[in-house]
């Protein structure tokens, strides 16, 4: 059995925090897909060019099997969340956006014995609960046509960043051999369940071992430092429509906070309650799950509170960075709204590397082995 790096192919790769995460655990990324030129940008500004690796800039429904390199063992794809999540318009897997899951396994299915080993697919956990259940159903049911066998698993950032960002992992073998044993637990809770005992769906459960601990602060840690009146401060108009937004609870929230001798930091997201924009803060040291800076609802704001004082700022893209476990990202040169958006809609980098440190890298070394012996018996026939 060879030790070289599992080769990866990166389907909808954003601005690669996937593949951060999973070079972290000694994957090999050697081809990459989105559509989004203002990703593409950000990617290629974070990762150095190599003649092994190729980033293919296109809609996923114009792209080839032939494209995919023939070694690759590993394809891993962030689908669009789009259509599943609360925030859209829950068509799920039938959505414009979501439905491209249909293209990444039509790629699969047109690589025929190429295909690769492994399949990561991650989205949101609306998609468990999409139509009742049956979008993920219909998915695991595709992938059990190509010739894999089905793991799901829930994971949230929470346990590795202070971010609140729960995210669903379906995980797809040819050579897993189907489980016996089911678990109730962290990473497969009750809700998930009915996958695993829907006896059409072929499926699995990797021992796991449990994942850290969520976290219930440190958001004040990743904080950048700004003094009190540096300009991106909201001044003292908007913040006074900041304040007479906040409703009868919220307002109480922030005069406990600000009755404080310390000096603490809060997020806000702007909600719409009855047709009126209201804000929110988070009673936690915790970040509300970061999302796509299209509109203003979207993007999260910092409340700097305590001693008597209250100030509030848009969350900048340092800070999105540092949230989704990536706070050495280059973003020089980035327009603000960019970067916000590439990181709100990427997966966090420490959860990509927990899953294949733990999961991916032992089940590829068993198929490799499986693969291996199934070689030494051909040449012995």
Not at 13 to 38: C, H, K, M, T, Y
Not at 187 to 193: E, S
Not at 307 to 331: C, F, N, S
Request: with cysteine; glycine share 10%; charged share 25%.
């Amino acid at each position: 059995m060879t030790h070289q790096s599992p080769k990866v192919a990166e389907f909808f790769a954003g601005i690669g925090l996937a593949r951060l995460g999973l070079e972290q655990a000694g994957f090999n990324v050697i081809w990459s897909n989105d559509i989004e030129p203002s990703k593409k940008e950000m990617y290629e500004a974070n990762f150095e060019a190599t003649p092994e690796h190729e980033f293919r800039l296109a809609d996923v429904a114009e792209i080839t099997p032939q494209e995919i390199p023939g070694e690759v063992e590993l394809a891993w794809a962030s689908f669009p969340c789009t259509d599943l999540s609360l925030a859209g318009g829950r068509a799920g897997l039938a959505g414009a956006s979501s439905g491209t899951f249909w293209h990444f396994t039509r790629i699969i299915r047109e690589m025929g014995e190429t295909r690769p080993p492994v399949v990561v697919l991650e989205n949101v956990n609306g998609l468990a609960t999409s139509h009742g259940g049956r979008d993920l159903a219909a998915a695991v049911q595709e992938l059990n046509d190509l010739g894999y066998s089905v793991d799901v698993v829930t994971l949230d950032a929470r346990r590795f960043v202070p971010q609140s960002r729960p995210r669903l992992f379906m995980v797809g073998s040819l050579s897993a051999p189907e489980s016996q044993n089911r678990s109730v637990d962290e990473l497969r809770p009750a809700w998930l369940q009915g996958i695993f005992d829907d006896e059409s769906l072929r499926t699995h459960q990797a021992a796991l071992p449990k994942p850290p601990a969520p976290m219930t602060g440190g958001f004040g840690e990743i904080v950048e430092q700004f003094d009190s009146g540096d300009a991106r401060w909201w001044d003292d108009q908007r913040r006074e429509r900041f304040l007479e937004s906040l409703s009868p609870l919220q307002a109480s929230r922030l005069n406990t906070l600000k009755g404080d001798p310390r000096v603490m930091y809060r997020t806000a997201y702007r909600r719409t309650r009855k047709g009126v924009a209201t804000w929110e803060i988070r009673a936690d040291d915790i970040s509300g799950c970061l999302r796509t800076a299209r509109g203003g609802s979207s993007k999260q704001a910092v409340v700097m509170v305590g001693d008597g004082k209250a100030q509030v700022r848009w969350m900048t893209a340092r800070e999105y960075a540092r949230l989704m476990g990536a706070g050495d990202y280059a973003l020089e040169g980035l327009r603000v709204n960019q970067a916000l958006f590439g990181f709100g809609d990427g997966v966090c980098v420490p959860v990509v590397a927990w899953l294949a440190e733990h999961y991916l890298q032992p089940l590829m070394a068993e198929t490799r082995a499986l693969g291996s012996a199934r070689d030494l018996v051909v040449s012995n026939a």
